[in-house]
């Protein structure tokens, strides 16, 4: 595995006013998922008005209708623990089973459930997972230590084991050729993988104490990333590694989660720190902090976020028991 250090951070911090970050606002909107504290997480949806969900802590796939507020339920088998969904082009849902060491797929018209377990028993917990260029499944695997790739026709799983101990991957994109960048949230480094060789690279960030947590990805296929230990948005260019963070608004104990990216370029995230957690604007092309709106359930905690381009709109879940959309246009 080959190591890429940094070559620079920039820290830009206290340039802006709070009072008038908050004025501009975005449109929120939550619905209040029926089956108790389940906390629902990582929304996903292909069709407008038609959002697939989780239930982490009830053991469920769902979806909401925005056009009537109805919620249909999928149950899983107890203790599953599901993390991620994402939805194929076929409307099949894959989904990671966090707890029993498998990703599944759902077929939604006859409510049939298929499983394809980790081929390594220490691939116990796949995590966050993205298709590629081509429909496979980028995943990660956090505290297995592994980077997963699926080819989905046939469900042949490849895991590529991460070289520093105890990385923890977590949040994971894919780029526009198709090259998965993950963030590593037990230390300070991002990785990607070589579609082709499989081969692992990490590139290290300056300051020991960063801790990305999630990951995301601008039109030029550069990296942006939140630092949950230290409360910054940073950026990673991947062609020199040079690297550049942004204290949040709320400062280094907001415990930034939860972040998207439109196709304007503008990076969108949360910060849990805060009560209620905030929904934060962050303009990627002039380095500025654009915009603040609390999330009026509180939202405990919101963990992912996905950007739906169609209609701007970005869908989170939160530990309040919501599904939430952010109109961002």
Same mark, same amino acid.
């Given at each position: 595995?080959?190591?890429?250090?940094?070559?620079?951070?920039?820290?830009?911090?206290?340039?802006? @006013?709070?009072?008038?970050?908050?004025?501009?606002?975005?449109?929120?909107?939550?619905?209040?998922?029926?089956?108790?504290?389940?906390?629902?997480?990582?929304?996903?949806?292909?069709?407008?008005?038609?959002?697939?969900?989780?239930? @982490?802590?009830?053991?469920?796939?769902?979806?909401?209708?925005?056009?009537?507020?109805?919620?249909?339920?999928?149950?899983?088998?107890?203790?599953?623990?599901?993390?991620?969904?994402?939805?194929?082009?076929?409307?099949?849902?894959?989904?990671?089973?966090?707890?029993?060491?498998?990703?599944?797929?759902?077929?939604?018209?006859?409510?049939?459930?298929?499983?394809?377990?980790?081929?390594?028993?220490?691939?116990?917990?796949?995590?966050?997972?993205?298709?590629?260029?081509?429909?496979?499944?980028?995943?990660?695997? @956090?505290?297995?230590?592994?980077?997963?790739?699926?080819?989905?026709?046939?469900?042949?799983?490849?895991?590529?084991?991460?070289?520093?101990?105890?990385?923890?991957?977590?949040?994971?994109?894919?780029?526009?050729?198709?090259?998965?960048?993950?963030?590593?949230?037990?230390?300070?480094?991002?990785?990607?993988?070589?579609?082709?060789?499989?081969?692992?690279?990490?590139?290290?960030?300056?300051?020991?104490?960063?801790?990305?947590?999630?990951?995301?990805?601008?039109?030029?296929?550069?990296?942006?990333?939140?630092?949950?230990?230290?409360?910054?948005?940073?950026?990673?260019?991947?062609?020199?590694?040079?690297?550049?963070?942004?204290?949040?608004?709320?400062?280094?104990?907001?415990?930034?989660?939860?972040?998207?990216?439109?196709?304007?370029?503008?990076?969108?995230?949360?910060?849990?720190?805060?009560?209620?957690?905030?929904?934060?604007?962050?303009?990627?092309?002039?380095?500025?902090?654009?915009?603040?709106?609390?999330?009026?359930?509180?939202?405990?905690?919101?963990?992912?976020?996905?950007?739906?381009?169609?209609? @701007?709109?970005?869908?989170?879940?939160?530990?309040?028991?919501?599904?939430?959309?952010?109109?961002?246009?």
């Amino acid at each position: 595995m080959k190591v890429v250090l940094s070559i620079a951070l920039i820290i830009l911090s206290g340039a802006w @006013q709070s009072a008038a970050l908050a004025a501009d606002q975005v449109d929120i909107q939550e619905w209040v998922v029926p089956w108790g504290e389940t906390r629902p997480r990582d929304p996903y949806t292909i069709t407008e008005g038609k959002v697939w969900f989780v239930g @982490q802590r009830g053991d469920y796939i769902a979806r909401l209708n925005t056009d009537n507020g109805k919620f249909t339920r999928f149950d899983l088998e107890p203790g599953v623990g599901p993390h991620t969904l994402i939805v194929d082009k076929d409307g099949q849902v894959w989904f990671a089973g966090n707890k029993k060491g498998y990703i599944g797929k759902l077929d939604p018209t006859t409510g049939t459930i298929k499983k394809y377990m980790m081929p390594d028993p220490a691939a116990r917990d796949p995590h966050t997972m993205s298709f590629d260029t081509q429909g496979d499944i980028w995943f990660t695997v @956090q505290h297995g230590n592994f980077i997963g790739k699926m080819h989905t026709p046939s469900g042949e799983v490849h895991l590529i084991p991460v070289d520093t101990p105890k990385a923890r991957p977590y949040g994971l994109v894919v780029d526009s050729t198709g090259k998965p960048w993950i963030a590593l949230l037990g230390t300070n480094k991002i990785a990607t993988v070589d579609g082709h060789t499989m081969e692992a690279k990490e590139f290290v960030l300056p300051n020991l104490d960063s801790r990305p947590r999630r990951i995301g990805i601008t039109s030029d296929d550069h990296i942006w990333y939140v630092d949950y230990a230290r409360g910054a948005v940073g950026h990673l260019n991947p062609q020199n590694g040079r690297a550049e963070e942004w204290t949040t608004p709320g400062g280094t104990g907001s415990k930034p989660y939860g972040m998207a990216v439109d196709k304007k370029d503008r990076i969108w995230f949360v910060e849990t720190g805060s009560k209620p957690n905030r929904f934060v604007g962050f303009d990627s092309k002039t380095k500025k902090f654009f915009s603040i709106t609390e999330v009026e359930s509180g939202g405990g905690t919101i963990r992912n976020m996905m950007y739906y381009a169609p209609s @701007q709109e970005v869908w989170f879940g939160t530990d309040t028991n919501t599904v939430g959309r952010a109109r961002v246009w």
